[in-house]
């Protein structure tokens, strides 16, 4: 038994946890490629919508190339156009703009001071870009530079390490001229990315050429004067946009951001192309300067300055279109582009809110032409995912547990039934020891006997009761052979039953009487109990002798001091019932339904010296079922057993 559980335990249980493991392993596996395919599908939605942003500012760009080419068309005096430059784009494009003309040595043509006077939106702009248009005074930029297929260019970008020395190696800044205060506007700290210095300046001269006035912004500070390098500002308005401001969920590295910011003049970035777009920060505020250097005019530059703020209108738009067309509408997740401040200007769906928008599943920069600017996706339930794998995970373990489960169950049913199939092969083995034994009593009686009557003459009485002996340990002898035959044949199902009505009242009574005699003679004190005849049923009148035979027998046999067998019979509710009574040793407590089992017994017939097989309550249990009837045990009160065969009585 030790060798089975070993063999199974090694063999069947041990692999089948390892089995479990190993497929737990591989659900935690799949969760995370679960989870990183879908970061990586979101990612690419995420990384399609800032491409689609930064085609919408390529478009902006080449329209205001395309107007100002037509307004070239239409006025080929390029330094006339240039001086009425702000007031003659509005008439090709529609879009809310500062235009601006650069001369040739960083002077702005317009708009001129006496006009921005009368012009607040001017006045501001010359205010906050002269010093850098002019090329006075170095500012923090995000460049994107135009090939000659007319394609936004790279920003400069580096690594972490690249900053410290590019903050180091900056140009030196040199104080500003402002222009005259045109708008009226107080002066203040520079914002975002401009490094500015905003003290107050000398008024722009004005000159004079062919009696024509001509107003130009003229730097009225000498190089030479140039302050020290101030590293530490330039070093802390990069160091402050090294990392992002959103920090996506399913971000594997750490959070730096792929911009690198430049500090360089507006000369420095306009030399080497014909167009191009600048971006940059001015009072906290993200503006865009599309520029254009037309081939009529080398000297001259064309430009305007646009607001990123007065963009918002085409967010959603453009979220709207490409939501439709990359099927990104769902309720299990929101898209949304934020600006430089984490914060939403348009959503899809439109409207979405609660959400944290600092913390994006994954989030996309859009790159030099908006700064900072992130596309980001949320999940609307932003546990789902992880909920979901869970929920997988918890089921397969679950499975897995209940696999594991089963097996050890079926583990111990199986060692229950070798168990059962080793005691059953141990009362097989105790049968052939008791039927030996069985066999051999009632043989030697017969032999013993007849040898005394052979040998010597014995007187008729002797004779008689010889006879009688003899006669009674070959039915007991018959009897133990036809219940191992029967047995066999009941096991097989080979053994048909001669069902014709009969009384069982006089088969009883025939029982009785030829059991009757023996019991007295071994010391028995017997009693029959009849209720009133006839027992009308359907059955086999020698099968049914051979149970009540059987029944009488082992009253005999596990009696006790006190020799003492009834017999009661009596029908009622259709059925009838015969009793075996004794006072014998009884049951034990437990084995009232064992003791009907093949080859068990209650007492073992080599220690107790009882004899018996252990097949005659056995046979008498299914001959009593195959005639649709039933044998109960009980302690009788007093002391003893109580057997009570139960035949339905035959219908008419």
């Known amino acids: 038994m030790k060798k089975s559980v070993w063999i199974f335990l090694l063999i069947v249980f041990l692999p089948a946890v390892v089995l479990g493991w190993l497929a737990l392993r591989s659900a935690d596996e799949q969760r995370f490629i679960l989870e990183r395919r879908t970061a990586e599908l979101f990612q690419t939605q995420a990384d399609n919508v800032a491409t689609a942003v930064r085609e919408a500012i390529v478009v902006e760009r080449r329209n205001f190339s395309e107007a100002v080419r037509r307004l070239i068309a239409e006025?080929?005096?390029?330094?006339?156009?240039?001086?009425?430059?702000?007031?003659?784009?509005?008439?090709?494009?529609?879009?809310?703009?500062?235009?601006?003309?650069?001369?040739?040595?960083?002077?702005?043509?317009?708009?001129?001071?006496?006009?921005?006077?009368?012009?607040?939106?001017?006045?501001?702009?010359?205010?906050?870009?002269?010093?850098?248009?002019?090329?006075?005074?170095?500012?923090?930029?995000?460049?994107?530079?135009?090939?000659?297929?007319?394609?936004?260019?790279?920003?400069?970008?580096?690594?972490?390490?690249?900053?410290?020395?590019?903050?180091?190696?900056?140009?030196?800044?040199?104080?500003?001229?402002?222009?005259?205060?045109?708008?009226?506007?107080?002066?203040?700290?520079?914002?975002?990315?401009?490094?500015q210095n905003t003290s107050q300046a000398p008024m722009p001269a004005t000159s004079s050429a062919g009696g024509k006035a001509e107003e130009?912004?003229?730097?009225?500070?000498?190089?030479?004067?140039?302050?020290?390098?101030?590293?530490?500002?330039?070093?802390?308005?990069?160091?402050?946009?090294?990392?992002?401001?959103?920090?996506?969920?399913?971000?594997?590295?750490?959070?730096?951001?792929?911009?690198?910011?430049?500090?360089?003049?507006?000369?420095?970035?306009?030399?080497?192309?014909?167009?191009?777009?600048?971006?940059?920060?001015?009072?906290?505020?993200?503006?865009?300067?599309?520029?254009?250097?037309?081939?009529?005019?080398?000297?001259?530059?064309?430009?305007?300055?646009?607001?990123?703020?007065?963009?918002?209108?085409?967010?959603?738009?453009?979220?709207?279109d490409y939501g439709s067309g990359a099927a990104l509408t769902s309720p299990d997740h929101v898209v949304a582009l934020l600006d430089d401040k984490a914060r939403p200007v348009a959503t899809l769906p439109t409207g979405a809110a609660g959400l944290d928008w600092k913390r994006p599943f994954v989030a996309s920069e859009i790159g030099e032409a908006f700064p900072h600017w992130e596309a980001a996706i949320y999940l609307a339930k932003p546990g789902a995912l992880a909920d979901n794998a869970r929920g997988v995970y918890r089921t397969i373990a679950f499975l897995i547990a209940g696999a594991i489960g089963l097996i050890a169950i079926g583990g111990w049913l199986v060692a229950a039934d070798v168990r059962?199939?080793?005691?059953?092969?141990?009362?097989?083995?105790?049968f052939v020891s008791n039927v030996s034994h069985e066999l051999k009593t009632p043989l030697t009686s017969i032999r013993m006997f007849a040898e005394l009557m052979h040998n010597r003459p014995q007187p008729p009485e002797k004779q008689s009761q010889f006879l009688r002996i003899i006669s009674v340990e070959s039915e007991r002898l018959t009897r133990l052979i036809n219940n191992v035959l029967d047995f066999a044949k009941l096991e097989r199902k080979q053994r048909h039953f001669d069902r014709k009505p009969i009384d069982l009242h006089e088969v009883i009574g025939r029982v009785w009487e030829s059991h009757e005699m023996h019991l007295k003679e071994a010391g028995?004190?017997?009693?029959?109990?009849?209720?009133?005849?006839?027992?009308?049923?359907?059955?086999?009148?020698?099968?049914?002798?051979?149970?009540?035979?059987?029944?009488?027998?082992?009253?005999?046999?596990?009696?006790?001091?006190?020799?003492?067998?009834?017999?009661?019979?009596?029908?009622?509710?259709?059925?009838?019932?015969?009793?075996?009574?004794?006072?014998?040793?009884?049951?034990?407590?437990?084995?009232?339904?064992?003791?009907?089992?093949?080859?068990?017994?209650?007492?073992?017939?080599l220690s107790s010296g009882i004899q018996g097989s252990g097949l005659g309550l056995t046979l008498a249990r299914q001959i009593a079922n195959a005639h649709g009837g039933e044998i109960t045990c009980e302690k009788r009160e007093g002391g003893g057993s109580r057997f009570t065969l139960r035949l339905p009585v035959r219908t008419a």
């Not at 059925?575 to 073992?604: C, T």
């Open 524 to 605: 028995f004190t017997t009693a029959w109990k009849a209720g009133p005849p006839p027992y009308l049923i359907t059955g086999d009148e020698d099968a049914l002798a051979q149970v009540l035979v059987n029944l009488l027998s082992n009253a005999e046999k596990y009696s006790s001091e006190q020799k003492e067998i009834e017999l009661h019979t009596w029908l009622d509710d259709g059925f009838v019932h015969i009793s075996v009574l004794d006072r014998g040793m009884g049951v034990p407590s437990g084995d009232e339904r064992k003791i009907f089992e093949a080859f068990y017994r209650a007492h073992d017939s």
């Open 75 to 195: 006025k080929p005096d390029t330094n006339a156009l240039a001086r009425a430059f702000p007031t003659a784009l509005p008439d090709v494009w529609k879009r809310k703009a500062v235009g601006f003309a650069m001369g040739p040595g960083g002077k702005i043509l317009a708009p001129t001071p006496s006009a921005a006077a009368s012009n607040k939106e001017w006045g501001r702009f010359l205010w906050e870009n002269s010093p850098f248009l002019c090329s006075t005074q170095p500012a923090v930029v995000y460049t994107a530079q135009a090939d000659a297929a007319g394609k936004t260019g790279t920003a400069q970008r580096a690594s972490k390490a690249d900053y410290a020395s590019n903050a180091l190696t900056a140009p030196s800044m040199k104080k500003a001229v402002a222009p005259r205060d045109f708008s009226k506007s107080k002066e203040g700290p520079s914002g975002g990315l401009q490094i």
């Open 420 to 430: 059962r199939q080793l005691a059953l092969a141990q009362q097989k083995t105790d």
């Open 216 to 320: 130009q912004v003229i730097v009225a500070q000498d190089k030479s004067d140039n302050k020290a390098l101030n590293a530490d500002i330039i070093e802390k308005a990069i160091q402050s946009q090294q990392s992002r401001l959103v920090q996506p969920t399913e971000q594997e590295s750490g959070n730096w951001s792929a911009l690198m910011p430049a500090t360089a003049e507006f000369a420095e970035l306009t030399k080497d192309d014909d167009e191009g777009m600048i971006a940059r920060f001015v009072q906290d505020k993200l503006d865009l300067i599309f520029w254009l250097r037309p081939p009529e005019a080398p000297t001259l530059i064309f430009g305007c300055l646009i607001e990123a703020s007065s963009l918002k209108d085409e967010w959603p738009a453009l979220l709207a």
